[in-house]
């Protein structure tokens, strides 16, 4: 089993930074495919972005390309999502899974581990 815990969402002004971590327990993900999902009040869950196990590969919506970073660090068993130039419409609940392959992820198929989410808030 694996536990996924989100962490270092909050509130913030548009424009700005936050780095959201996922830690993970139990077992290494250090052979997993890692991805970022995120929703918004009323609407469907939005894929952001994914990273490979070995880090080779990433995959990033539109809305998201360009400004944000996904990475991992194995010695920490942690995942992260850098995301700068906040907008308001990025507001959601943020959460982070494990899977096999970023592709899969990408269409949120076959996930092994759902994280619990920690909340985005981008003010304007």
């Known amino acids: 089993q694996v536990q996924l815990v989100e962490s270092g969402g909050g509130l913030v002004q548009a424009g700005g930074s936050l780095r959201l971590s996922c830690a993970a327990s139990?077992?290494?993900?250090?052979?997993?495919?890692m991805g970022w999902f995120r929703q918004a009040p009323g609407k469907e869950r939005e894929f952001v972005g994914a990273i490979s196990w070995d880090a080779n590969r990433t995959l990033y919506a539109n809305s998201v390309k360009g400004r944000s970073t996904i990475s991992r660090d194995n010695t920490k068993n942690t995942v992260y999502l850098q995301m700068n130039s906040l907008k308001p419409e990025d507001t959601a609940l943020y959460y982070c899974?494990?899977?096999?392959?970023?592709?899969?992820?990408?269409?949120?198929?076959?996930?092994?581990?759902w994280g619990q989410g920690t909340q985005v808030t981008v003010s304007s």
């Open positions: 139990g077992r290494t993900i250090s052979t997993k495919a």
């Open positions: 899974a494990a899977g096999v392959t970023t592709w899969e992820l990408q269409k949120g198929i076959n996930v092994d581990y």
